[in-house]
């Protein structure tokens, strides 16, 4: 067999899997700053119109990080030190909890109390030990980058955090980011639940972190659940769509007629790169904003 008829059989024969997303609300000092860094971006990409889409992409990143951090969890916004809103920041602050970190924690303890354990998702080093952190009385471990890999013996290693979630009755949650974690690890055999606090325009590492839990040995029964928190109206639906759209042309190659999503047509970006794609999307996004 050639590697990807190898690599469709494998995806043909993998479990079941129930993929959900969740609607999460702004507040409303959230959706006030979502807006005043929408409207100042739409200004500057028009004053940018005549230099070029390509220019246009190279200046977005910034923006690009900020709509993430605001979806996920405002308060990563204090840690940039040229951030422009500081009072409607202020007022997100006063608020306490991002909405997703609430959803998140709240649903770990649901599923503890049924003793089932969960891998909580996020691509901030922030947010996984925030929630760490809110939920050490369910056990919790972490896992990011700046974790050092070692003996399995010592707690506070990598491989000492991962033998601490399998094997320990008491530890009921897993938090980590893909980066870190999202390869080398598995699972399934103990954990069948994710939440997805927030994504990038990374679909490997989307895929990578969800086979974790999501791999062959599973009995016919088991079936993993994987959570997808989404803010409205925000940064996470261009995500959430341009990731449904790449995993759809990954399983498309692979030929694996079991994915029903609906592809989305970029034939006006195909001189594009990927990471390009994914800017100009967001750009139409950005533009298209009241």
């Known amino acids: 067999l050639s590697s990807s008829s190898a690599a469709s059989d494998v995806y043909k024969r993998q479990p079941r899997r129930h993929d959900v997303p969740i609607s999460i609300p702004m507040s409303s000092s959230q ?31 910034k923006c690009y990080m900020h709509l993430l951090q605001l979806a996920s969890n405002p308060s990563l916004l204090s840690e940039s030190l040229d951030f422009a809103h500081p009072e409607l920041l202020a007022s997100i602050l006063e608020e306490g909890d991002s909405p997703k970190i609430k959803w998140a924690c709240d649903r770990a303890r649901k599923l503890a109390s049924e003793k089932k354990k969960v891998i909580i998702w996020t691509s901030f080093v922030k947010n996984v030990e925030i ?29 000492g955090k991962i033998r601490q979630f399998k094997e320990n009755d008491e530890c009921y949650v897993m938090v980590a980011n893909p980066a870190a974690a999202g390869e080398g690890i598995s699972l399934h055999k ?11 325009f990374n679909a490997a590492h989307y895929l990578q972190s969800i086979d ?10 088991e079936e993993p659940l994987v959570e997808i928190l989404i803010t409205n109206g925000s940064i996470d639906e261009d995500v959430h769509s ?17 994915i029903g999503t609906n592809p989305i047509e970029y034939d006006e970006f195909q001189d594009y790169s990927e990471d390009e794609m994914d800017g100009l999307l967001l750009i139409k996004s950005i533009k298209g904003a009241n």
């Open 190 to 200: 103990v954990c069948l639940n994710a939440i997805y606090v927030d994504r990038t």
């Open 242 to 258: 341009r990731l449904l759209s790449k995993v759809e042309v990954m399983y498309t190659a692979l030929n694996d007629e079991k």
């Open 212 to 221: 974790r839990i999501h791999r062959l040995g599973l009995e016919p029964h």
């Open 31 to 61: 959706l006030r700053l979502h807006n005043a860094i929408m409207s100042e971006e739409k200004l500057r990409l028009e004053e940018l119109e005549h230099a070029g889409q390509r220019i246009q992409l190279r200046d977005l990143k």
């Open 131 to 159: 929630i760490a952190e809110r939920l050490q009385d369910l056990g919790a471990v972490f896992i990011h980058g700046g974790v050092d890999a070692g003996d399995e013996e010592d707690q506070d290693s990598r491989e």
